[in-house]
């Protein structure tokens, strides 16, 4: 099993940044695709990024594309989330995914294997 924790969040000025991380335990971390979604009181939960297990491919939702990178350091087991230029409607709970499928662009197709908890971020206008 794998288990996924997250932390970096807090609150930050729109047009400021924050990293997350996501630190992964328990089995083998490299061989699966790693991925964010957000989700907002009230609102469905939303894709935002995922990164191959290789590192060498990342997929966006447009919402955040050109603002946020995901990337990963496989040897720290863990996944980054910068996030930039932020913005008002970022406000979420920002959560970790792995998804043993291995790449970014189908993450979460056939289900997410493991999540974290969720780390709050805010941000105000």
């Known amino acids: 099993q794998v288990q996924l924790v997250e932390s970096g969040g807090g609150l930050a000025q729109a047009g400021g940044s924050l990293r997350l991380s996501c630190a992964a335990s328990?089995?083998?971390?490299?061989?699966?695709?790693m991925g964010w979604f957000r989700q907002a009181p009230g609102k469905e939960r939303e894709f935002v990024a995922a990164?191959?297990?290789?590192?060498?491919?990342?997929n966006y939702a447009d919402s955040v594309k050109g603002r946020f990178t995901i990337s990963r350091d496989n040897a720290k087991n863990t996944v980054y989330l910068q996030m930039n230029n932020l913005k008002p409607e970022d406000t979420a709970d920002y959560y970790c995914?792995?998804?043993?499928?291995?790449?970014?662009?189908?993450?979460?197709?056939?289900?997410?294997?493991?999540w974290g908890k969720g780390t709050l971020v805010t941000v105000s206008g």
């Open positions: 328990g089995r083998t971390f490299s061989h699966y695709a």
């Open positions: 995914a792995a998804d043993s499928g291995g790449n970014s662009d189908e993450f979460g197709t056939y289900g997410i294997d493991y």
């Open positions: 990164i191959s297990w290789s590192g060498d491919s990342t």
